[in-house]
């Protein structure tokens, strides 16, 4: 950064966002016709930036496989991770740098439902109000640029004391469903 041809703390600068969003975000599309209903909720947030701390298992003795292509001397043109160890230290790399740090803005669809209202004159003899057959979805699809293995919603829960393996997915949900009104 300084340009003097050599790597040290004068070459650091500022990158990426904050790890909360500055932007959050959602629009609801809705469709009718005839009696049939599509909503589609999708939701997401923008310039957000996580610097996700992988743990080490074992004492350093397990490693996690994208790690396994990590910074050498010998391999520096195709590694896939940067250096494990830093100069001297012995237990991982926990250095901040333009690698871990990434972007984790995402758009997902939140909740999708298709629904049908049936026409009246179908049960009219049975003295009912109305009948609506649905199915909905949560969680269906996620749309973000950050490579790790991991949702990037959950993130804000990452730190040294939860390693990535302590983080669930969140759930899909689908849902079929008949409401009735007398």
Do not use: C
Request: glycine share 8%; proline share 6%.
């Amino acid at each position: 950064m300084n340009g003097d041809g050599v790597i040290t703390s004068d070459d650091r600068t500022g990158i990426g966002y904050s790890p909360n969003p500055e932007y959050i975000y959602s629009f609801t599309p809705r469709f009718a016709y005839k009696g049939v209903t599509l909503s589609v909720m999708f939701q997401g947030v923008a310039h957000v930036s996580s610097n996700l701390i992988l743990t080490e298992q074992n004492n350093g003795q397990q490693m996690y496989p994208f790690m396994m292509n990590a910074w050498t001397p010998q391999n520096a043109a195709t590694a896939t991770w940067p250096a494990l160890h830093a100069r001297g230290y012995t237990g991982l790399n926990y250095a901040l740098n333009d690698y871990i740090l990434q972007n984790a803005a995402y758009l997902k669809i939140r909740n999708v439902e298709l629904a049908w209202n049936l026409p009246k004159k179908w049960f009219t003899k049975l003295n009912l109000g109305g009948v609506r057959v649905f199915l909905n979805g949560q969680n269906l699809k996620t749309w973000t640029p950050f490579k790790m293995y991991v949702d990037p919603e959950n993130l804000n829960v990452v730190n040294q004391a939860f390693p990535l393996q302590s983080l669930y997915p969140s759930s899909r949900i689908y849902n079929f469903g008949v409401n009735i009104q007398f």
